[in-house]
């Protein structure tokens, strides 16, 4: 099969505009016959589907969640990406996607950068419309700040709290959709599988949360906008619900999955403290506007430090390596988070970790306090300062966070074309559950503006120009592929209920993680990927064999949840394992120690890896095809990336 990524011809501010015209569209009175299917209702989800039933078509929306304002989008704290230039700083449409581009690691489609850089203009005239309430300057305009990966101020933010106002807005309008009619919302139900009909997707396959009860529901394309699947490595930043169940089943039923390899360890979330933990916890990347990072100047301090002997606040400013700004001078604190992480792990593994497993760094803000006051800094970061405190018990006014990278983003994901179509006719991906946006690392305040931009702006044109060729006769769950697929799913059910065995599922999924983090995490080497891959073979046998589910499926049941998920997310690591030994080079998030510049940067090889690995399954328990598209510069110069 070759990828068609449907890229439009022309100069490349002008690919959206023409496309938006030359694509097909449906008249008003034929929207109403055609049903779309919208799985999850995070920024992505809520928006399509508020868009969708604006524009007249019937939307069935569904969330795992009792609500739509429990997605995980209510998490990122920081802000949103927008190339407004209100700071007058040099930003432009054109900054934004160079900065996108080059952050990934020049390892992202440039047409979808573009548009994606394009569109976030109007992103934030439609929240301000909703009501979101962003911070503003004394003059009224909307307040700015910046996000690594940037030299502009173009992150708008509501406090610490961007996600939550903004889902707020997407829901409201989702609401108002329900309230008409026009959305029927399916809360408490988690989609188990897809049905196709002559090699178009038709429906889903559902499982009630609350009963257990298996269900089908049928309509003329399907919106999976399900978010990341970070938890692959059990402990990450993620809520504990997110997974990858709809995504992988999606792909089992012909979706391709592209560059699973990539995922973001977020340079500022607080360390990992025990074996108790069953996620980490986010301090937002905002704080790196004006907290400093740094370790001891040595070893000696260092340890004086983590057995107790010195305090923090004792250790004097001569004796301090503020190790981001030492060698990123033009960037300083404000450095992607790939390379961020790198560094924090690099000192940490020099032996200057502050805390006592040695996993940590300082994250300071005394400077900023001195400089501009307790009560300034209070009003930017006040709610993070108190989590932080609540969790740690250590006031951050006072003495400086120590934080630590984790598992945070996943650039990887179902393989789109330009339209948000996955190689399944009919089957469109949204949001963090694609792959098209951030190459091998994502800017920060750049997921919610994908999310916003895909549901708003993008799909309400693009999903016309497949149904205006698509009959609008309705879709009947009676036909016999709906059956097929739900005893499929009624069986692994069974299979899983009946295993019986002595472990937890919970202790597979810590397993699958500790592999996947010491193996395919910060840093990856071919010989531990290979060692990865067999371990993670005699896991999902020993999954299969010793899992134990408690309880029965007419009733709700986390256990069961639970251990489809993890059976989905053994699978994904596998393939996870497979991109990374695939990919012998280092970009991004994917730092192959083989594969470095003298400086310890990642190297990329453009000459045999500038393309998106999009992965093909092939059956149970066989080795995944690859397949490649190949990524063309025409705007971007591929150069090896400085923030120096």
Request: hydrophobic fraction near 35%; charged fraction near 25%.
């Amino acid at each position: 099969m070759i990828l068609d990524s449907k890229i439009p011809a022309g100069p490349i501010a002008e690919k959206w505009t023409k496309h938006k015209f030359t694509s097909k569209l449906v008249n008003p009175a034929n929207k109403r016959k055609y049903e779309i299917i919208v799985v999850g209702t995070g920024l992505a989800g809520a928006s399509a589907a508020a868009s969708l039933a604006e524009l007249g078509y019937v939307v069935k929306a569904f969330t795992f969640h009792d609500s739509p304002r429990r997605a995980h989008s209510i998490a990122a704290q920081g802000g949103i990406n927008a190339a407004k230039n209100y700071q007058n700083d040099g930003d432009s449409v054109f900054r934004l996607f160079y900065d996108t581009v080059k952050g990934g690691d020049y390892r992202a489609r440039e047409a979808n950068v573009y548009r994606l850089a394009e569109v976030s203009v109007k992103i934030i005239d439609q929240c301000v419309a909703q009501g979101v309430p962003f911070a503003r300057e004394y003059g009224g305009l909307l307040s700015n700040r910046s996000f690594g990966g940037a030299q502009v101020s173009r992150t708008f933010y509501a406090r610490g709290q961007t996600g939550q106002q903004l889902l707020l807005g997407a829901y409201s309008a989702l609401s108002r959709q329900v309230a008409n009619g026009k959305v029927k919302l399916y809360p408490r139900s988690e989609m188990m599988d897809m049905v196709m009909v002559d090699g178009h997707v038709r429906g889903i396959v559902t499982r009630n949360l609350i009963t257990g009860a298996v269900e089908t529901h049928s309509a003329h394309a399907v919106l999976l906008c399900t978010g990341g699947y970070g938890n692959v490595f059990f402990l990450s930043t993620n809520a504990m619900g997110s997974n990858v169940t709809a995504a992988w089943r999606a792909h089992k039923r012909g979706a391709y999955f592209a560059n699973p390899c990539f995922t973001q360890i977020h340079p500022t979330c607080i360390p990992v403290s025990g074996d108790h933990q069953s996620k980490l916890t986010l301090m937002s990347e905002s704080l790196r506007n004006d907290g400093r990072v740094w370790v001891p100047a040595t070893v000696e301090t260092a340890e004086k430090l983590r057995k107790g002997q010195i305090k923090v606040n004792e250790i004097k400013e001569e004796d301090r390596d503020y190790f981001l700004e030492r060698k990123y001078p033009s960037f300083g604190n404000l450095v992607p988070r790939d390379v961020a992480s790198r560094n924090a792990k690099e000192v940490c593994d020099a032996g200057k970790g502050v805390n006592e497993t040695g996993e940590a760094v300082f994250l300071d803000f005394r400077d900023a306090i001195n400089r501009d006051g307790k009560a300034t800094i209070e009003s930017k970061y006040g709610n993070l300062f108190d989590m932080y405190m609540q969790i740690t018990g250590e006031n951050p006014y006072e003495v400086p966070m120590m934080i630590y990278p984790a598992v945070h983003y996943t650039m990887g994901g179902l393989w789109v074309d330009y339209n948000l179509m996955t190689t399944v006719p009919g089957l469109y991906a949204l949001g963090e559950a694609n792959f098209s946006d951030h190459g091998a690392n994502r800017l920060g305040a750049s997921a919610l503006m994908q999310g916003l931009a895909d549901g708003y702006f993008v799909i309400p044109y693009t999903i016309g120009d497949y149904l205006a060729s698509t009959p609008p006769k309705p879709v009947d769950t009676n036909h016999p592929e709906f059956a097929k697929v739900t005893a499929e799913v009624q069986a692994r059910i069974n299979q899983l209920l009946s295993i019986k065995g002595t472990k937890t599922v919970d202790y597979f999924h810590k397993k699958l993680g500790k592999i996947m983090w010491n193996k395919c995490g910060m840093a990856r080497t071919a010989e531990g990927l290979s060692e990865a891959k067999a371990e993670i073979k005699q896991l999902k046998k020993d999954f299969w064999s010793d899992v134990k589910v408690l309880g029965t499926n007419e009733e709700l049941n986390q256990s069961l949840e639970k251990a489809h998920r993890v059976a989905d997310f053994i699978e994904l690591g596998e393939l996870m394992i497979d991109d990374a030994l695939n990919r012998d080079e280092s970009c991004g998030g994917h730092f192959r120690e083989e594969f470095q510049t003298p400086e310890g940067e990642a190297l990329r090889d453009d000459e045999n890896f500038a393309y998106v690995a999009a992965w093909k399954y092939t059956g149970e328990n066989q080795e995944e095809e690859l397949y490649k598209e190949p990524l063309e510069f025409e705007n971007v110069k591929l150069t090896q990336r400085s923030y120096k």
